[in-house]
Each structure stands twice: as C-alpha cells, then as structure tokens.
Nanobody, 123 residues
C-alpha cells in the first residue's frame, strides 16, 4: 500500500550530507520494521538499511556502513536516514518500506511503501 512519504532528497556535491525522512499518518512506524533501499534507473534495487521491529537494531549494507545512520522520532512517527560523505555512486531514487510481520530478510515484500525521493551527488 502506498502509505509512506519520503522527503529530503536533493543535489549535493561529493562529501556533502543529506537527511531523508520517511513518515506516514497511516501506521505507527515504531511497531514496524522499516527498510531504506535505493534504485538507479535500469539497475536493480539495493537494500541499504533495515531496522528491526523487534529490537530496533539497524543493519547497514557494506556500501553505506559508516556513512549513513538511521534514527527514529516516534513522536513525529518518522524515520530518518542521515547520509554523510556522499559519493557519486549514491546517486539514486531512495525509498522506504515498512512491515509489521515480515523480517528484514523479506524487505522486498514489505507491505507499505512510498514514492521515493531523488538524491543526486555530483560536482
């Protein structure tokens, strides 16, 4: 179901930072596993983070570990993706998805999703 709203994308130079937001008025994200993934047109999807519903830990892909950080603001029902030291290879459309039943290994089946926000990294 289209229920999430991503925002915060934009154009930055290499080394810059952006903070993406994923929010909704439909479901309580604090009770949901939430994944961030990205896609470049013509390429497959790459899951870059997944935050567990059960223990709120976040798993990061090798490509972003140490540069990207996920955080939650339950009062705002929002999950953030802080992206630092951005690289041209980070250029993509970024999406969040959420699910209250499936584990992070099934992130591609998560029920709730958004329309994405574009990130462009170039000099």
């Amino acid at each position: 179901q289209l229920a999430l709203v991503e925002s915060g994308g934009g154009s930055v130079q290499p080394g810059g930072s952006l903070r993406l937001s994923c929010t909704t008025s439909r479901i309580p994200l604090s009770n949901y596993a939430v994944t961030w993934y990205r896609q470049v047109p013509g390429n497959g999807r790459e899951r870059i983070t997944c935050t567990s519903r059960t223990d709120d830990t976040t798993d990061y892909s090798d490509s972003v570990r140490g540069r990207f950080t996920v955080s939650r603001d339950n009062a705002k029902n929002t999950i953030y993706l802080q992206m630092n030291n951005l690289k041209p290879d980070d250029t993509a459309e970024y999406y969040c998805r959420a699910d209250t039943y499936r584990p992070c290994t099934k992130w591609f089946l998560f029920d709730y999703y958004g329309q994405g926000t574009r990130v462009t990294v170039s000099s």
